[in-house]
Structure formats: C-alpha cells, structure tokens
C-alpha cells in the first residue's frame, strides 16, 4: 500500500484551510456574525495555514522543504489551536470576567501601542464571551480548536511518514 504524496496531504489541508476559512467569511457576510478580536486572530492564522499549504502543495517540495512548510505550516495550526482555547475558555467563564468592548481592533491598533492592544486582545472582551452561533452545541471556537487540531494531526501523521521512510531506506542499505 503506498502513501499519499506530500504534495497530496499539502492539498488536502489547503482545501480544508480554504473550505473553513470560506464558512468563517459566509458567517460574517451571510448570516451577519461579527467576528471578536480574537476570532480575527483565528482567521488571520488559518490564512496563513491555508496560504502555506496552497505554495507548498504547488511547490511540490523535496525533504528538506517539506520540513520547512510543515513546521511553518504547524506553527500557524498550534497558535491558531491557542488562540481557539483561549476563547473557549474565556466563553465557559462568567462574562463579568471578561474585558471591556472596544470598538475595533483598528481603533485599538491607532490609540494603544502594539504590546497593549495584543494583551487586550487576549486577554478577552465581551465580544468573544458571546456564543452567538453553535452547530451540534459546539461554538464557533470550539469548532475552530477542532480544525486546528485536525490539520495539527495531519501534520504530525506527515512527519512521522517521513520519518518512517527515511528509516525504512536507511535500513535497506
């Protein structure tokens, strides 16, 4: 039985990136759901992800560049995970906890210095307490951390092929 090409696992979670960040831009445009600041963070990583894998699935890389876009492409998948469980946990805590409501993450950017406005960010506002739409009773972050974790599993299960191949050709030496 032979592997799917890296090329191949590139792809497929290229067209998971875009398929999730296409519903994300649908629930914000078609059924009027304002994102929070941190689900802005969210969306920014999974674009990147999804970017990543879209020039590495084209690129079609040997070893070496598979370590890098994979690694590259993990990273954005583990942040994209953090920032989805910290949102979960600031929504199953009491919204009283939660920060003020800023009005925009651009108003946040032009009137506190970069260092302020990302412990803001993460540090929650009413906004991301907020569970305004759900689907089989998960939130939008719970399903979020649920596709950061996959892609992080997918990447993991590529590494270890790589690394099983390489092993498997080092032993038939």
């Known amino acids: 039985m032979s592997l799917a090409p890296s090329r191949s696992l590139f792809f497929l979670a290229f067209m998971a990136g875009a398929l999730t960040l296409g519903a994300s831009f649908y629930l914000e445009y078609g059924a009027l759901l304002r994102p929070c600041f941190l689900c802005q963070v969210q969306r920014l990583f999974l674009a990147t992800f999804t970017l990543i894998n879209l020039v590495a699935a084209v690129h079609n890389p040997k070893r070496y560049g598979i370590y890098g876009y994979g690694l590259v492409s993990m990273g954005c998948a583990a ?6 469980v910290r949102q979960v946990l600031l929504q199953n805590t009491a ?7 800023w ?11 970069f260092s302020q406005a ?6 929650g506002t009413v906004d991301c307490v907020e569970i305004t739409w759900t689907l089989f ?15 992080l599993i997918l990447g993991f299960m590529q590494f270890s092929r790589l690394i099983f191949s390489q092993r498997l050709r080092l032993s038939t030496r």
Request: with cysteine; charged share 15%.
């Open 95 to 101: 919204s009283d906890q939660a920060g003020d409501c």
């Open 118 to 123: 990302l412990r803001s960010i993460f540090n």
């Open 103 to 113: 009005p925009s993450l651009q108003y946040m950017l032009e009137n506190l210095s």
């Open 137 to 151: 009773d998960l939130s939008l972050p719970e399903w979020s951390l649920l596709f950061f974790v996959a892609m």
């Open 79 to 84: 942040l994209g995970a953090i920032t989805a």
